[in-house]
């Protein structure tokens, strides 16, 4: 399998796995609806194991920076599609200051390795 062996695609699927069991997290209403709870739990599982084939290639603060960043950035949009949360400018500044962040990570330091 493709993942198995690109540590950026592994990083993705983990990113994406984290961000759905987070959309989840809404939904289980503080763990008292069993199937959002079980799909949490279960989305968490598989992004912690994603990203652990991920840091076989990728340095660890990279990786994170970019998981926690890009989860971040992604939830954040989840959150104002499919519940209609609001973010004021400062929100949107701050986001923005996270996605400059990963792309200086990935295009301009030397520590990602590619």
Not at 10 to 21: D, H, M, Q, S
Not at 41 to 51: A, K
Request: charged share 5%; proline share 3%.
């Amino acid at each position: 399998m493709l993942f198995f062996t690109n540590p950026y695609v592994a990083l993705a699927l983990a990113i994406v796995f984290e961000v759905t069991g987070t959309a989840f997290l809404q939904n289980s209403e503080q763990f008292t609806r069993l199937l959002p709870t079980v799909l949490v739990v279960g989305f968490y599982g598989l992004s912690f194991f994603c990203l652990t084939l991920a840091l076989k290639s990728i340095p660890l603060g990279i990786a994170y920076a970019m998981w926690a960043g890009l989860g971040i950035v992604l939830v954040a949009l989840i959150g104002f599609v499919l519940f209609g949360q609001k973010l004021d400018l400062a929100g949107i500044g701050g986001i923005g200051l996270i996605v400059a962040g990963v792309v200086v990570l990935n295009t301009l330091s030397k520590s990602a390795t590619h």
